[in-house]
């Protein structure tokens, strides 16, 4: 009856597990850009750039992921666009790791010392200058640990786009638990590839978190 | 004309005048100590000077260029005018040359070759050339201080404006800072030292101002000042018990 060998499952899975890491890079890039913008936005001196920023990030942190994907599937379908589920969920994506983003590396400028800015300035530097060379240096060196680190909830977030129908990993095994009837097995592999991808990340930016601090020992 | 004109400033926080009117001109190559309380507006007085606060009334003009606050204009000025902390701000990610050269670099566009020569060169006059490769957090208190006094004076500043510079330092460090202001003193650089070195400022300073709840209460040369305090606030300051 089972024609299905637990290599069968595996290499199924794995297939299907290409696509997360796609989307996962799609995401974590593309969120980094418009995160970016975001940030400068964030920090800039006008009052519509802070103001459309921090609504925008506190929209996307204060609803679910899920939510999301969904206005951005059915959503724009309301207006006789057919969205296809790849573009639906990366366009959530990118928007939603975007808002977090901006939001660590917002704490990270803003750890840097009030001093920076005045020794830049009476230097005669101006705000990029300021930006490019003095603060955005030292900032990175924060931002790393924390950035990967949550490179780990883009990974783990793409899981919820198998529910507008995108053919990721967690949607693989539940299309391959339809046919074999192993939910166990099926899903076990599953959970085992999603942590073969995350714990090296969550590995890593403990390993640089001690890197940067080592580096920076007295501030 | 005076280097430096500063005409009833007024500075509020709030409710909060900092700063009541005050009036100083410094004639080029003058070194004023600027002593009083904590609160009675010093420290202020010289951010104003560099832009780091804008001022509410009155008028400061340096070198006959008038402290306008946008962008090109105060960076105008803060060519002309340097200014050195308390709390060194060094630029921790930079070695001590690279300090030196990044505003050259930056701001001036000063070739990298060129830049490098004159942070040697600073670094040699504060006496740390051999310290040109070091990192910040490398450096004691008053060898961060004296790279950041390199890094003000290779913008080639016509006046310095020093916020109580050794008040962060270790008693033991204080006098290598203080050696090489009195250097920069005795070349003729104009300075404005906001500072609790009375010796000092007896010792080297052209004029001394004190200030006393936003104004200037009393100013005049160091052996006036400090020998014959004419107001109960300087004696008191001073500790002079009569």
Known sequence: ?219 | MSLIEITEVKKRFGDNEVLKGINIDVEPGEVIAIIGKSGSGKSTLLRCINGLETIDEGSISVAGAQLLPDELHLKALRLKVGMIFQGFNLFPHLTAGRNVMLSQMVVRKTPKAEAEAMAKKMLERVGLGHKFDAYPDQLSGGQQQRVAIARALAMQPIALLCDEITSALDPELVNEVLAVVKELASEGMTLLMVTHEMRFARDVCSRVVFMHQGRVHEIGPPGEVFANPKTPELKQFLGVVH
């Open chain 1, 1 to 219: 009856m089972n024609d299905f060998s637990t290599w069968d499952i595996l290499r199924n899975l794995l297939m299907a597990a290409r696509w997360t890491v796609l989307l996962s890079l799609v995401s974590f890039v593309g969120g980094s850009l418009v995160g970016l913008a975001l940030l400068f936005a964030r920090i800039g001196k006008g009052r519509l750039g802070p103001a459309f920023a921090k609504t925008y990030i506190e929209l996307f942190q204060g609803t679910p992921l899920l939510m999301q994907l969904f206005l951005a599937f059915f959503g724009l379908g309301l207006f006789g666009i057919d969205v296809p589920a790849w573009l639906a969920a990366g366009l959530a994506l990118i928007l939603w790791t975007a808002a977090f983003l901006a939001e660590i590396w917002r704490g990270c400028v803003e750890s840097v010392a009030k001093g920076q800015w005045e020794a830049s300035s009476s230097l005669g530097m101006g705000y990029l200058q300021q930006m490019r060379w003095v603060i955005l240096p030292q900032a990175l060196r924060v931002a790393v640990p924390p950035t990967v680190g949550f490179s780990v909830q883009v990974v783990k977030g793409t899981a919820l786009t198998s529910i507008i129908g995108f053919v990721e990993l967690s949607k693989a095994g539940t299309m391959v638990t339809n046919a074999t009837f192993e939910p166990f097995t099926v899903y076990g592999f599953v959970a085992l590839i999603y942590f073969c991808l995350c714990w090296p990340l969550s590995k890593s930016s403990q390993i640089l978190e001690r890197k940067l601090n080592v580096a920076h020992r007295n501030h």
